[in-house]
Structures are given as structure tokens and as C-alpha cells.
């Protein structure tokens, strides 16, 4: 069972990206997904998240309005449109199987690397 995330790049601040995390086995298939980040010399946090259903989503504070969580059941895909993009938004983002409400995360994928240029 993997977690695969892509889309990290370099953008200028106010810009657009797009991260997808792709899960391979069904055992994933059942959990809430989140995307979490972490700058430099700074602790992992979640970002934002989505039920198993997609019917319910949390975002952080700090993205709220800025950032959509989205899933593609067929396949088996969690997207992270991020708009706005703010310098501080700058980290390595990554996406995780994750029980709702506490969040506590099941499996893991790679990270992405996000740059946000002033």
C-alpha cells in the first residue's frame, strides 16, 4: 500500500498549484485523507483534510478560503488546489491516511517540495 504524491514546485507569491496524492490497495480506500506540511525548523502540521466520504473537510486556519481539498474516488485520488500561494506556504507538503477527527495519521507518502517566491 502506497501513498504517492505529486505537483510540488516553484511559484511566485499569489500564484496556483495543484498537488494529487495517489493510493495504490484498497486497505487506504476507507480513511479520511489529509495534506500536511512542514517548513524549515518548524513542527508537521495538517493543512487540510477530507472525509472518507468527501462529505466533510477541515482546513487550517492559515489556508482557509486559499486551499480545496478534493477526492476522485475512481481513482483513488486526493487533490490539494492551492491558490493565493503566500511565501510562508513555502514547505514540503505530504499526504496521509488519517483517521478523522484526530487526526492521527495511518500511512504516510513521500513529500513534495512547495516554493513560494516573494
Known amino acids: 500500500v502506497q501513498l504517492q504524491a505529486s505537483g510540488g514546485g516553484l511559484v511566485q507569491a499569489g500564484g496556483s498549484l495543484r498537488l494529487s496524492c495517489a493510493a495504490s490497495?484498497?486497505?487506504?480506500?476507507?480513511?479520511?485523507r489529509g495534506w500536511f506540511r512542514q517548513a524549515p525548523e518548524k513542527e508537521r502540521e495538517l493543512v487540510a483534510a477530507?472525509?472518507?466520504?468527501?462529505?466533510?473537510?477541515y482546513y487550517a486556519d492559515s489556508v482557509k478560503g486559499r486551499f480545496t481539498i478534493s477526492r476522485e474516488y475512481a481513482e483513488n485520488t486526493v487533490n490539494l488546489q492551492m491558490n493565493s500561494l503566500k511565501p510562508e506556504d513555502t514547505a514540503v507538503y505530504y499526504c496521509?491516511?488519517?483517521?478523522?477527527?484526530?487526526?492521527?495519521?495511518?500511512?504516510w507518502g513521500q513529500g513534495t517540495l512547495v516554493t513560494v517566491s516573494s
Open positions: 477530507i472525509s472518507w466520504s468527501g462529505g466533510s473537510t
Open positions: 496521509a491516511a488519517v483517521m478523522w477527527g484526530s487526526w492521527s495519521p495511518r500511512a
Open positions: 490497495g484498497r486497505r487506504l480506500s476507507s480513511y479520511a
